[in-house]
């Protein structure tokens, strides 16, 4: 047995001596170059630390655990971000099942509602970010390949319709079904969230969104302190770590609470109505119940929540 | 010299087998990193442009990922690009695997563990094009089943991961089993290794459907919303995963002295030729499908061939991959692609070349363009993705090059021979224990 195992034989020769000798140095040798090139990764933010990396998945986190969560981030936000902020973590309330709708013929394509976006869920300054895209249409059809969100010039042009679009908080959301690990999902009141530190950045769910509603962190938003919206919550408005996805969330912080989504407070048309679809005297329900209303793409099966319509 | 065919009793075998095992993967190391002077300078050049590609890396996860050029637009690129060529590659070993084992081929059945090797590097390409894709690989551990949240059934991307895994597993098992064997001269016992030989060709198969599905189960991407994709994606990969094994053999064959007949390069090249024809025929039928129906299917197409809205950056790759499959394809149907030389080694470079063109650049990039709401914003990858991209090729080819020298130095025994060549002088040859042992059949 011991004879035949030798097949591949060490052998002990000053030549293989000076070899082992030489591939030790050059092992040694490669294993610095290798620290050296990794060393960037040592310039890592304060953000990425030992608690971030043993968080656990929101919905698995005891009330005490998400107390410290919490307050880890408000720490971590005044220390980055010199900002003093409270995380809070409104939940989804019983019998509400939130839908919004938006008047394509009062629409004027003014873009107030991406820019209350930018300030209320603290998108980074420099990308101009926001959760929603307003499309300048051709009148005569609902054609995007005609369309175009890069418009620069008085509003409304003559011949044009404008075209808001955002997270439609589909009921059957391919992004949820993309995502490999559940950092993102629907609560019950029909919104769809991401748990921004389980997120893994993969890309997937945003590769599978058909309305272009998912947002990545290519780098670490910034925001001057005086301009960092304090009011925040776990789940939606609170400033996002680098390389996560993001998305629109109807302003949970503020619906959970009664309030208004800040697209809708900013909108001088009154072109955008939000409500509880679950409510038969509600807004939204009376608009969709009276009014020739489409969901994008209703052919893909998504069931948006989100609903289009023209006044005349 | 004998076989081994007395072995110890059972119990002190069972004790030892994992001692031994080691004292084979060091022996192993030893051989794999001992060669010539080309050797290693083939070895520092290829780590060397790894530690680029590592430094790259390490940049992108401190700056974030706004150092390469992809956007919320394209927000997959080079990285997912290549990690679908790679899947294509590491599946392709399976034409050697059939060969041998469904039609008992004795000659393939001397090399497959070739394609096992090619297998094995490519996966761990393609899982480090994923892992070097992600905007937080320090949550990594969130992707394991039972630790973290692991989204099975439902999400495609989990399936990925199991068959990947799964496929990388089955072939370290299958290369070390029948390497260990003969490292001990011993016959291997088909129980260990044959019911997995068969259970990789079906996973070689899945690794590469359920990557054509992450894709074409998306509805709100028309232009991979197509159920041709896996076969398309099957039929590329046995063109390109046979096609780098042939080149990986007339390496082996030039450069160590590990024999074999022409006979397997031959049949590869008649799988080649198959699956060709067929890959460019769905290639065909899905243009045609696109174009003549016109519409919202076939502007990513009319992106890819012709550029739209003013922007043509994928044009030329798109028609210089067309290029190189065509006359690829043509050249393998030469009589000359039956001979060894250098006609099969063009056409293998130029379907290599071609197919990751397609599979990646024009596959994946023109999912993104025009976006879901039809706006056009462009992608060409930044330096630092070709260098982490660069980085992992050149991992992979010294993986395999430590996998294919291994192979052969113990096949052929010429791990004595190969440590003293430069300088056999004063070698005692008597301290060389070694014995040659008979081919597995």
Same mark, same amino acid.
């Given at each position: 047995m011991s004879d035949s195992k030798a097949s591949l034989p060490i052998i002990d020769h000053p030549e293989v001596n000076r070899r082992r000798f030489l591939k030790t140095a050059g092992a040694t040798l490669g294993l610095a170059a290798w620290a050296a090139a990794m060393?960037?990764?040592?310039?890592?933010?304060?953000?990425?630390n030992a608690d971030e990396f043993l968080q656990k998945h929101y919905r698995e986190l005891t009330p005490e655990q998400k107390t410290v969560v919490f307050k880890r981030l408000e720490e971590e936000t005044k220390e980055e971000y010199n900002a003093d902020v409270t995380i809070s973590d409104p939940q989804p309330m019983d019998n509400v099942l939130f839908g919004y709708a938006l008047n394509l013929s009062a629409? =004027?394509?003014?873009?107030k509602c991406a820019e209350a976006c930018h300030i209320e869920n603290n998108h $980074?300054?420099?990308?101009?970010?926001?959760?929603i895209r307003v499309f300048e249409m051709d009148m005569g059809g609902i054609d995007f390949e005609k369309g175009n969100a890069n418009y620069d010039h008085p509003?409304?042009? %003559?011949g044009k319709y404008y075209m808001p679009v955002q997270c439609?908080?589909?009921?059957?959301a391919p992004c949820v079904t993309a995502c490999p690990i559940e950092a993102t999902w629907k609560e019950k009141d029909g919104i769809v969230v991401v748990d921004y530190n389980w997120? =893994?950045?993969?890309r997937y769910c945003e590769a599978a969104? %058909?309305?272009?509603a998912r947002r990545f962190n290519w780098e670490k938003p910034e925001i001057p302190a005086e301009e960092?919206?304090?009011?925040?919550?776990y789940l939606s408005n609170r400033i996002r770590p680098q390389g996560v996805m993001e998305k629109c969330t109807f302003c949970l912080h503020r619906t959970r609470e009664g309030r208004l989504p800040a697209c809708l407070e900013a909108c001088p048309t009154g072109a955008r109505v939000f409500g509880n679809?679950? $409510? %038969? $005297?509600?807004e939204i329900r009376w608009v969709i119940e009276n009014k020739r209303t489409f969901v994008l793409k209703e052919e893909l099966g998504t069931r948006p929540r989100f609903f289009y319509y023209f006044d005349e | 010299m004998v076989e081994a065919q007395n072995p110890p009793s059972p119990a002190p075998q069972n004790t030892s087998v994992v001692l031994n095992y080691l004292g084979f993967l060091r022996r192993a190391t030893g051989v794999a990193t001992d060669g010539k002077w080309y050797f290693y300078v083939w070895m520092i050049i290829m780590f060397g442009i790894a530690l680029v590609g590592a430094n790259a890396w390490a940049q992108q996860v401190r700056?974030?990922?706004?150092?390469?050029?992809?956007?919320?637009?394209?927000?997959?690129g080079l990285y997912i690009a290549n990690f679908t060529f790679c899947v294509g590659l590491a599946a392709g070993g399976v034409m050697m695997v059939i060969p041998a084992?469904?039609?008992?081929d004795e000659e393939m059945h001397q090399v497959v563990i070739i394609g096992e090797a090619v297998a094995i590097a490519a996966i761990l390409m393609s899982t480090l094009s994923v892992v070097v894709d *992600?905007?937080?690989?320090?949550?990594?551990?969130?992707?394991?089943?039972g630790i973290g949240k692991f989204n099975?059934? *439902?999400?495609?991307l989990t399936w990925d991961i199991i068959v990947l895994n799964g496929y990388l597993l089955i072939n370290l098992h299958i290369v070390g089993y029948l390497l260990y064997m003969r490292y001990l001269g011993r016959k291997p016992n088909?129980?260990?290794?044959v019911p997995f030989v068969f259970l990789s060709i079906f996973w070689a198969i899945s690794i590469h459907t359920i990557t054509a599905f992450l894709y074409c189960g *998306?509805?709100?991407r028309p232009f991979w919303n197509t159920a041709l994709l896996a076969p398309r994606f099957l039929a590329s990969a046995f063109v390109s995963g046979p096609a780098f094994i042939i080149l990986s053999m007339r390496v082996m064959r030039l450069l160590t002295d590990f024999h074999f007949s022409p006979k397997p390069a031959n049949t590869l090249i008649r799988i080649i030729r198959v699956s060709m024809c067929v890959n460019l025929l769905m290639l065909f039928s899905e243009i045609f499908t696109l174009f003549y129906t016109g519409g919202t299917h076939a502007s990513s197409a009319q992106y890819l061939f012709f550029g739209s809205h003013g922007a043509n950056g994928l044009v030329p790759w798109m028609w210089t991959s067309m290029f190189l499959n065509i006359v690829g394809a043509c050249l393998f149907f030469?009589?000359?692609?039956?001979?060894?030389?250098n006609t099969r080694i063009v056409a293998c470079l130029f379907c290599i070349v071609g197919i990751w063109i397609e599979k990646g650049m024009g596959l994946i990039i023109p999912g993104f363009i025009?976006?879901?709401?039809h706006e056009v914003v462009e992608y060409s990858p930044s330096i630092i993705e070709w260098k982490v991209t660069a980085g992992i090729w050149a991992f992979g080819l010294l993986v395999l090059t430590l996998l294919l020298k291994l192979i052969a130095s113990v096949f052929t025994y010429d791990s004595s021979r190969t440590i003293t060549t430069?300088?056999?002088?004063? *070698?005692?040859?008597?301290?060389?224990?070694s014995i040659p042992v008979e081919t597995i059949s």
């Open positions: 060393k960037p990764l040592l310039e890592l933010t304060p953000e990425v629409c =004027i394509g003014c873009r $980074d300054r420099a990308s101009n970010n926001s959760y509003v409304p042009a %003559p439609q908080q589909c009921e059957n997120c =893994i950045g993969c969104c %058909p309305y272009h960092v919206n304090p009011n925040q919550s679809l679950l $409510d %038969p $005297d509600s | 700056d974030g990922m706004i150092v390469t050029n992809m956007s919320d637009h394209v927000s997959w084992y469904l039609y008992d *992600l905007g937080r690989p320090d949550r990594f551990w969130h992707l394991i089943p099975w059934p *439902l999400s495609m088909p129980k260990w290794y *998306l509805g709100g030469t009589p000359a692609a039956l001979r060894r030389e025009p976006s879901t709401l430069e300088q056999n002088a004063g *070698l005692d040859e008597t301290n060389i224990k």
